[in-house]
């Protein structure tokens, strides 16, 4: 595995299947993310072309974004999404907006931050196009948001979902639509604000996935808080139930 790169194998190297679940750390792996998300948008019609072949946004460089994936054996990234945590009310940082999700429903989540928790949200969700594993590295990559999610002490988790999406994140997630769809900032499409209460659904979403990607993060899961911890230093964490 390249430099830059932190499993959430930390001495067994656990798989999935052939695949784990990485964190970007370093700008050349950071580039392997913007590269694929550009392709996997630009294959959709979500964005336009641009000579960078790179999709990036301000918010990927906030303190609270952590940048996740999935790589295969030989190590390639086939998967990526952008996890993101907004800070509670009390910590005083009203200012501070984790992701777009802020600037494009302020009214919906304002009524959410009234719980004063933090509140995580999964974007920029991107995989290889054409793989042939796009069924596992979707699972896992969602599961990673929702470990990840209750491993912040998160109250909410948020995703922005195109229409030809939503079953998906119904299913494998219980999200609900909070909204009518909206536009986000440089996409092609209007997307639906979804979230799910962690706290209250937490266990129904877990049963949700195949036995074996649960027994993947049951045993990484001590090294996923550890990292999840080490990126949001300004969040008071706690341990999942």
């Known amino acids: ?88 009310m009390s910590h005083g940082i009203m200012d501070f907006r984790s992701s777009p999700e802020f600037q494009v429903f302020p009214d919906v989540l304002r009524q959410l931050e009234q719980d004063d928790r933090p509140i995580a949200s999964g974007a920029r969700f991107a995989i290889e196009p054409e793989n042939p594993r796009r069924s596992e590295i979707a699972v ?54 979804m979230g799910v209460d962690i706290d209250e659904a937490y266990a129904d979403v877990i049963a949700r996935y195949p036995q074996a990607c649960r027994d993947y993060f049951e045993r990484e899961h001590p090294f996923w808080s550890a990292e999840i911890t080490h990126a949001l230093p300004e969040l008071a964490m706690r341990g999942a139930a």
């Not at 002490?153 to 769809?181: D, I, N, Q």
């Open 140 to 193: 896992l990559l969602m599961l990673a948001q929702v470990v990840a999610a209750r491993a912040s002490g998160a109250k909410w988790g948020l995703a922005t979902v195109r229409g030809s999406h939503l079953h998906f994140y119904r299913r494998f997630c219980a999200m609900k639509p909070l909204c009518e769809p909206r536009r986000m900032p440089n996409l092609n499409y209007d997307y639906t604000l």
């Open 1 to 88: 595995m390249s430099d830059g790169i932190v499993e959430t194998a930390s001495e067994t190297k656990a798989q999935y299947r052939g695949l784990r679940v990485v964190q970007a750390t370093a700008d050349p792996q950071m580039d392997e993310v913007y590269s694929l998300r550009y392709r996997a948008y630009l294959k959709e019609s979500a964005i336009e072309p641009n000579c960078t072949r790179r999709f990036i946004d301000n918010y990927d460089l906030n303190r609270t974004s952590v940048p996740l994936g999935v790589v295969n054996q030989r190590g390639r990234l086939i998967g990526a999404i952008r996890f993101a945590v907004q800070p509670p």
